[in-house]
T-cell receptor
């Protein structure tokens, strides 16, 4: 298994509160990604990073921000959580953007 | 943006039956990937295809990269209960200038023992 750890694995929070999800990798891969998975939509890219402090938006980036201060850590922040952000969030890593992506086990987030 | 049409969306089969699923796109891809997701877990790579016409097997799984580069299929032979899960296809550019993965919406497989 690729060395990817997501934390927390489950979280319940209230509307309007800030939430940060963490992805930690031990593979030293350059690229890291955050996806959300919802019924009927499959996996949708939120943000990705191509190096320390280098990030870019995906197709569903509104309401989310990311940071990458170290190669091994990629944080996803919901500044003010909304019920529409209830979802399962997956982190993925790859050596190069053309390479296979390997996924973490996911974080299930419920915003009440 | 690029989209993948994955079909069927779900299948209910008896143990021992074969399963076929496919993905099609209006865009050309350089790479096709097939992932499986078990309940409560992240997607795990099953097969990677890099060349038009390529046929690759991994145990009971066989996948092919379509000649037009716009489609791929995955077959599972002699299904067993642990094949239950969601199967995703994913394609990767460069048509349209994006090299990020594009995912199908998944095919949920149920296997009755």
């Amino acid at each position: 298994d690729a060395g990817i750890t997501q934390s927390p694995r489950h979280k319940v929070t209230e509307t309007g509160t800030p939430v940060t999800l963490r992805c930690h990798q031990t593979e030293n891969h350059r690229y890291m990604y955050w996806y959300r998975q919802d019924p009927g939509h499959g996996l949708r890219l939120i943000h990705y990073s191509y190096g320390v402090k280098d990030t870019d938006k995906g197709e569903v980036s509104d309401g989310y921000s990311v940071s990458r201060s170290k190669t091994e850590d990629f944080l996803l922040t919901l500044e003010s959580a909304t019920s529409s952000q209830t979802s399962v969030y997956f982190c993925a890593i790859s050596e190069r953007i053309q390479n296979i992506q390997y996924f973490g086990a996911g974080t299930r987030l419920s915003v009440l | 943006g690029q989209q993948l049409n994955q079909s069927p969306q779900s299948m209910f089969i008896q143990e021992g039956e074969d399963v076929s699923m496919n993905c099609t796109s209006s865009s050309i891809f350089n790479t096709w990937l097939w992932y499986k997701q078990d309940p409560g877990e992240g997607p795990v790579l099953l097969i990677a295809l890099y060349k038009a016409g390529e046929l690759t097997s991994n145990g009971r799984l066989t996948a092919q990269f379509g000649i037009t580069r716009k489609d791929s299929f995955l077959n599972i032979s002699a299904s067993i209960p642990s094949d239950v899960g969601i199967y995703f296809c994913a394609g990767q550019g460069p048509q349209g200038g994006s090299e990020k993965l594009v995912f199908g919406k998944g095919m949920k497989l149920t296997v009755n023992p």
